[in-house]
């Protein structure tokens, strides 16, 4: 470990060419030294990153670049109540803790930066144009990825329960540079470790020193907001106050919810896993029918699927994802495989893990859980991807181990394009029990820099 910076009160290190950020104390102290070990980061990453939020968005749904700046502050606005106090303070932090080290930032820019994957989210959302018009190009889904399973029990090798996720995203400019891991250990709640970027306070998953860990998947509902918290704010809330799955659906069921966003949550002392498929107006628990549970990007709470019991969230998605007839699985399931349909997002994905699952069946362990996280198969057309090449498609060759086509996005004031691209942001395999977990963060696809091993008990005994 190399330290670049470092006190009492929290450190910047480097651990296996990984930026580590530790923070302690109360949610306002937190974001303080956040704001103060990264304010040039922040200060660099943000006006950027948020400029080319815009860009997308404004692509995505056919706005002029400015109306795609006016509608991100008008989603920031009305996130702004339902964010519980604790992470307002923790944001009002990471703006003091840039301003006392030189760099001025102000809370509304922190603020819309946390925003910024759930505004993504929100406007990837197809409903802003017509899908069945082919002539109509706005509101595709910018290559929609992440996907995530657990297993425990007779499926793993040992008794610990396993949880693997790909994080899939674009590269906008500066974003691979801003991966980064945040270890907390708040003052109130558990300790628990998470990949986010400079100044935001959290992304889509991560683990805490109680054995519960979370990941998320996005996953279209028609019914979307930003009246409610976001992806990063469920993380955090579940991975500091969840001491079990119990804890960690009450947390997804305690508070509003934005965009259709499926989490998967796993509880290593019970070993029991179960997916929430959650959004403005859905809330859907798929439970576990082995000791293996995965999930992509599509809804998979159906009744009678996969022993899924309850409201039809499939319904609530079908025109997000233009699914030509979900009146019974076997209709569904055929609409999800339609190689034409370029708004759902890969949902081969699924199939794969389910092929996956029975070929390593009781043969999981950290390691082949690497080899499923990298797997590059596409069960669809029955080919395997090429590590450099892109897919064709949202459902051709589009697998485990994402690696999409490049498109061009166009700036305004200064006048500019930059090409990027969805792929692999970073992938982590997950041991909760033992504090044991692999993280993939120094490539993109992510898996392609190999995956480090960190165990989170041992990082909070050396920074401390």
């Known amino acids: 470990m190399s330290h670049d910076e470092g006190s009492s009160a929290g450190s910047l290190s480097t651990i296996h060419g990984i930026r580590v950020l530790y923070l302690h104390g109360s949610p306002y102290e937190i974001g303080k030294q956040h704001g103060a070990y990264l304010a040039s980061h922040i200060s660099a990453l943000v006006p950027q990153a948020l400029d080319a939020a815009a860009a997308v968005i404004a692509k995505t749904i056919g706005v002029p670049y400015h109306r795609a700046q006016e509608l991100m502050r008008a989603g920031r606005d009305a996130a702004r109540s339902f964010i519980p106090q604790e992470f307002l303070l923790e944001m009002q932090g990471i703006a003091d803790g840039m301003n006392q080290a030189g760099y001025p930032m102000d809370l509304e820019d922190i603020l819309l930066w946390n925003s910024m994957y759930d505004l993504w989210c929100l406007y990837a959302h197809p409903d802003y144009s017509d ?16 996907s995530s399973f657990s297993a425990w029990g007779d499926a793993v090798v040992g008794d610990a329960l396993i949880h693997g996720k790909n994080m899939d995203n674009l590269n906008l400019p500066g974003i691979l540079e801003g991966r980064i891991l945040a270890v907390v250990d708040p003052e109130v709640g558990h300790r628990h470790a998470f990949v986010t970027h400079p100044g935001m306070v959290g992304i889509d998953g991560g683990m805490n020193v109680a054995g519960v860990s979370m990941m998320t998947q996005y996953n279209a509902m028609i019914d979307e907001t930003m009246r409610g918290c976001g992806i990063g704010i469920h993380t955090r809330l579940l991975l500091t106050h969840s001491s079990s799955i119990k804890d960690a659906i009450g947390s997804l069921g305690g508070h509003p919810h934005c965009t259709g966003i499926a989490f998967h949550v796993a509880d290593s002392n019970a070993n029991r896993a179960a997916i929430v498929n959650a959004a403005a107006t859905t809330f859907a628990v798929r439970h576990p029918t082995s000791n293996i549970l995965f999930t992509s990007n599509h809804s998979n709470c159906y009744p009678g699927w996969y022993g899924y019991e309850g409201d039809n969230a499939v319904r609530n998605q079908q025109k997000v994802y233009a699914l030509t007839d979900v009146s019974s699985i076997e209709a569904w399931q055929t609409s999800l495989r339609d190689p034409d349909n370029i708004w759902v997002p890969a949902s081969s ?23 499923i996280l990298s797997d590059r198969f596409d069960p669809y057309t029955g080919k395997t991807r090429d590590a450099r090449q892109p897919s064709i498609s949202n459902n051709i060759l589009a697998t485990i181990c994402a690696l999409y086509p490049d498109d061009t996005y166009k700036e305004d004031d200064p006048e ?20 044991d977990f692999w993280l993939a963060i120094q490539d993109f696809p992510a898996q392609y820099g190999g995956y480090e091993h960190f165990n989170l008990r041992t990082i909070f005994k050396r920074l401390e």
Not at 416 to 435: C, E, I, Q, Y
Request: with cysteine; aromatic share 8%; proline share 7%.
């Open 349 to 371: 994905r699924f199939q794969r893990y389910e092929e996956l699952a029975a070929e390593y069946a009781g043969k999981i362990t950290p390691d082949t859980a690497q080899d």
């Open 416 to 435: 500019r394009s930059f090409d990027a691209h969805v792929a692999n942001l970073w992938s982590m395999v997950m041991v909760p029990k033992t504090g």
């Open 131 to 146: 899908p069945s018009d082919p002539e109509e190009e706005k509101g595709k889904i910018v290559s929609a990825g992440c």
